[in-house]
């Protein structure tokens, strides 16, 4: 039994999208309490699961590495609101929130009994999270990246989805979805793996496009 229905977590992960944007009108002093408020909930949550999985459920460490995209972006929000930098500001943005976006429309929770609340209320916490921080990063503080970063991100994550095959491989994990689709989303299995990655890197080469045209329009305006 799902914890929350589904459309609660989607009509929340838009509410932190509106909150996340609105802090332009934040004083700086607001701006710091957000960082170190959201820095704090999403480093306390993923911490907490990450530990309980090792010491209480006793999950290998070669299952339990933060290796998949959005454990990266966790990384990025998490350095971002410390130091400030643009490259994590763009990694949150397109990557992060894509990824996450994608997460949140479809659920992979696996766990169930009665840990399966807690699991939920986990992951959706942090996914909402790197949503809205995309969106802090840009609208709330103002950064609006260059078309260029869509390269630079979408290479890097082609990198990476490289680079964690082969230790997939050699451990028997599927980091990235690089070996085969989630389990819980079964439509998909269907279908052969190469035309998920395909479909995927596809989905996020528009998405990157689509979430840019903002900043298109901007610069277009700033010219004439």
């Known amino acids: 039994m799902v914890f929350l229905p589904h459309m609660v977590w989607l009509v929340a992960t838009a509410l932190s999208v509106v909150g996340c944007m609105r802090m332009a009108r934040a004083s700086a002093r607001g701006h710091r309490i957000f960082c170190v408020a959201l820095f704090v909930v999403v480093l306390v949550n993923e911490g907490a699961w990450f530990a309980y999985r090792h010491f209480a459920v006793g999950m290998p460490l070669a299952e339990n590495l933060p290796l998949h995209l959005c454990d990266l972006s966790v990384f990025a929000l998490l350095a971002g609101l410390a130091t400030g930098w643009r490259p994590f500001a763009e990694w949150a943005y397109y990557p992060g929130v894509v990824g996450a976006l994608l997460a949140v429309v479809f659920p992979a929770v696996s766990e169930t009994g009665a840990i399966r609340a807690v699991a939920e209320v ?84 528009v998405a990157f496009g689509l979430m840019h045209l903002p900043f298109a329009r901007m610069a277009s305006r700033n010219e004439r």
């Open 122 to 205: 986990r992951y959706f916490v942090t996914h909402i999270a790197l949503v809205g921080a995309g969106f802090y990063f840009t609208f709330g503080c103002g950064y609006y990246p260059p078309a260029r970063a869509i390269v630079r991100v979408y290479l890097a994550i082609a990198a990476y989805a490289v680079a964690v095959t082969p230790l997939n491989m050699y451990l028997g994990t599927n980091y990235f979805f690089t070996i085969s689709a989630p389990t819980e989303v079964a439509f998909i299995h269907a279908y052969p793996h190469w035309l998920f990655l395909a479909a995927v890197s596809a989905i996020f080469l």
